[in-house]
C-alpha cells in the first residue's frame, strides 16, 4: 500500500500539515489540494485547534512546485486538469492568507511554484540556513501564480521584479529582506522547535529557537535592482542592466534573456498590476486568466519539455525574442473568462457585505 501523500495529524493543540512526496520534494498535485483545503476548513473552527504547522517530508524540502509534468501532459490534451487543480489551488492560497489562527510554515530547504503559495501566505513564515526559496516559472514558459505576483510586487523596491524575471533563488536572510518569510531559525532547532509548541507558546518558542538572519546579499544590492527594474518595459530593464559596470547586472540581464520571451512581458505586467490590487484575492482572479491562457500557449509545453521532460535546456521559444512578442501576444493573457473566472474577489465582497 502506497504512502499517503499528505499526512494529516490533530495534536496538542496543533493542526499539523506534512507534505509527503519526498521522492518528488512533496510537488503538489491535485490529489494534495483536495486533501488540505477541506481539513484546513475543518480545523478553523474546532477549538481544540490552536495552530497549524506545515512541513514537508524528508530533508530535500518543503514542496518543490506544482506537479507540472501532469500539467505537460494535460495542457496536449486539453487542460482541463490544469484549469480545476489551479482553481482549487488558488482559492486555497487565499484560505491560507485569510486563516483566522496562527498558520505557521516551515520554509526548509526548496519552496518554489506552488510551495510558495501553500507558505509565504502564512502569517508566521520561517526560513533556514538550507532555504531555496523561488518563483521559476518564467523558465518554464509559464507566470508567477498562488499569489506570487502579490508577494513580488510587495517585496522592498524593486527585488520582486528582479527575482520573478531572473527566477533567482532566495536563501533565508534573502527571504525574509523580500517578504516571504519573517523569522530565521537553523534548521538544527526545527525539531525542538515543534516539541515546544506541543507545551508552550508559539511566542516563547520562537523567541528561544529563531535568531537574527544573516545579511541578505539580495538586500545589499538593492541600488541597482532598483535603478534598472524600474523601467517600463523589459526591454528597457535588460539594456539598463546589460550597459552597467556592475557583473552582477550583467549576469542577471544574461539569465532574464534565457527565459520565454512572452512570459516575461506578462509577468512584468502582471507584477504591475497586482502592485495596484487591493487584496489576493483580485490578483489570484487575474493569476487564474493568465494561468489559463498559458495553457493554450506554445511556451508552457516547450518549457516543460525542455527543462523536466526530455532535459534537453534548449526550448524553443515562441515569438523567440522580446521584440518579436506584440500587445496582442501579452493582451491575450489578460482576457477576461466570462463564467470561468475565478471570482475569489467577488465572493470576498459578497461575505463582507452579509
Given at each position: 500500500?502506497s504512502?499517503?501523500?499528505?499526512?494529516?495529524e490533530a495534536?496538542?493543540g496543533?493542526?499539523r500539515?506534512?507534505?509527503?512526496?519526498?521522492k518528488?520534494?512533496?510537488?503538489?498535485?491535485h490529489?494534495?489540494?483536495?486533501?488540505?483545503a477541506?481539513?484546513?476548513?475543518?480545523?478553523?473552527?474546532?477549538?481544540d485547534i490552536e495552530?497549524v504547522?506545515l512541513t514537508?517530508?524528508g530533508?530535500?524540502?518543503?514542496?518543490a512546485?506544482g506537479d507540472i509534468?501532469s500539467i505537460?501532459h494535460d495542457?496536449?490534451?486539453g487542460?482541463g486538469g490544469?484549469k480545476?487543480f489551479?482553481r482549487e489551488?488558488?482559492t486555497l492560497n487565499?484560505?491560507?492568507a485569510r486563516?483566522?489562527?496562527?498558520y505557521?510554515?516551515?520554509?526548509?530547504g526548496?519552496v518554489m511554484?506552488?510551495?510558495?503559495?501553500?507558505s509565504?501566505?502564512?502569517?508566521?513564515r520561517?526560513?533556514?540556513?538550507?532555504s531555496?526559496?523561488a518563483?521559476?516559472e518564467?523558465?518554464i514558459?509559464?507566470?508567477?501564480?498562488?499569489?506570487?505576483?502579490?508577494?513580488?510586487?510587495?517585496?522592498p523596491?524593486?527585488?520582486?521584479?528582479?527575482?520573478?524575471?531572473t527566477?533567482l533563488?532566495?536563501?533565508?536572510?534573502?527571504?525574509i529582506?523580500a517578504?516571504?518569510?519573517?523569522?530565521y531559525?537553523p534548521?538544527?532547532n526545527?525539531?525542538?522547535?515543534?516539541?515546544a509548541?506541543?507545551?508552550g507558546?508559539?511566542s516563547?518558542?520562537l523567541a528561544?529557537?529563531?535568531?537574527?538572519?544573516?545579511?541578505s546579499a539580495?538586500d545589499?544590492?538593492r541600488?541597482?535592482?532598483d535603478r534598472?527594474?524600474k523601467?517600463?518595459?523589459?526591454?528597457?530593464?535588460v539594456?539598463?542592466l546589460?550597459?552597467?559596470?556592475i557583473?552582477?547586472a550583467a549576469?542577471?540581464?544574461?539569465?532574464?534573456e534565457s527565459?520565454s520571451?512572452?512570459s516575461?512581458?506578462?509577468?512584468l505586467?502582471s507584477?504591475?498590476?497586482?502592485?495596484?490590487?487591493?487584496?489576493?484575492e483580485q490578483v489570484?482572479?487575474?493569476?487564474?486568466?493568465v494561468?489559463?491562457?498559458?495553457l493554450?500557449?506554445?511556451?508552457?509545453?516547450?518549457?516543460i519539455?525542455a527543462?523536466?521532460?526530455?532535459k534537453?535546456r534548449?526550448?524553443?521559444w515562441n515569438?523567440p525574442?522580446?521584440?518579436?512578442?506584440?500587445?496582442?501576444?501579452?493582451?491575450?493573457?489578460?482576457a477576461p473568462l466570462?463564467?470561468?473566472?475565478?471570482?475569489?474577489?467577488?465572493g470576498?465582497?459578497a461575505n463582507?457585505?452579509?
Amino acid at each position: 500500500m502506497s504512502e499517503p501523500e499528505v499526512l494529516l495529524e490533530a495534536k496538542n493543540g496543533i493542526g499539523r500539515i506534512t507534505l509527503n512526496r519526498p521522492k518528488a520534494i512533496n510537488a503538489l498535485n491535485h490529489d494534495m489540494v483536495k486533501q488540505i483545503a477541506p481539513q484546513l476548513e475543518a480545523w478553523a473552527a474546532d477549538d481544540d485547534i490552536e495552530l497549524v504547522l506545515l512541513t514537508g517530508a524528508g530533508e530535500r524540502g518543503l514542496c518543490a512546485g506544482g506537479d507540472i509534468v501532469s500539467i505537460y501532459h494535460d495542457a496536449k490534451e486539453g487542460g482541463g486538469g490544469s484549469k480545476d487543480f489551479w482553481r482549487e489551488e488558488y482559492t486555497l492560497n487565499a484560505a491560507i492568507a485569510r486563516f483566522p489562527k496562527p498558520y505557521v510554515a516551515i520554509m526548509d530547504g526548496v519552496v518554489m511554484g506552488g510551495g510558495v503559495g501553500l507558505s509565504a501566505h502564512a502569517n508566521v513564515r520561517i526560513a533556514t540556513e538550507r532555504s531555496k526559496i523561488a518563483m521559476p516559472e518564467v523558465g518554464i514558459g509559464f507566470i508567477p501564480d498562488v499569489g506570487g505576483t502579490y508577494l513580488l510586487s510587495r517585496a522592498p523596491g524593486e527585488l520582486g521584479t528582479h527575482l520573478g524575471l531572473t527566477t533567482l533563488r532566495m536563501n533565508g536572510a534573502d527571504a525574509i529582506a523580500a517578504g516571504f518569510a519573517d523569522h530565521y531559525m537553523p534548521s538544527a532547532n526545527l525539531e525542538k522547535f515543534y516539541t515546544a509548541l506541543e507545551s508552550g507558546s508559539l511566542s516563547d518558542a520562537l523567541a528561544e529557537f529563531t535568531e537574527e538572519a544573516p545579511e541578505s546579499a539580495l538586500d545589499a544590492s538593492r541600488e541597482w535592482i532598483d535603478r534598472y527594474y524600474k523601467a517600463e518595459t523589459v526591454e528597457e530593464i535588460v539594456e539598463g542592466l546589460r550597459s552597467s559596470a556592475i557583473p552582477e547586472a550583467a549576469k542577471a540581464a544574461a539569465d532574464i534573456e534565457s527565459k520565454s520571451p512572452v512570459s516575461l512581458k506578462v509577468t512584468l505586467r502582471s507584477l504591475r498590476s497586482a502592485a495596484a490590487a487591493s487584496t489576493l484575492e483580485q490578483v489570484l482572479d487575474e493569476e487564474y486568466r493568465v494561468s489559463l491562457a498559458s495553457l493554450e500557449s506554445h511556451d508552457l509545453v516547450e518549457g516543460i519539455r525542455a527543462q523536466v521532460v526530455e532535459k534537453d535546456r534548449n526550448p524553443q521559444w515562441n515569438p523567440p525574442t522580446l521584440s518579436a512578442v506584440t500587445q496582442a501576444d501579452v493582451d491575450r493573457y489578460f482576457a477576461p473568462l466570462g463564467s470561468s473566472e475565478l471570482g475569489l474577489q467577488k465572493g470576498l465582497e459578497a461575505n463582507s457585505d452579509e
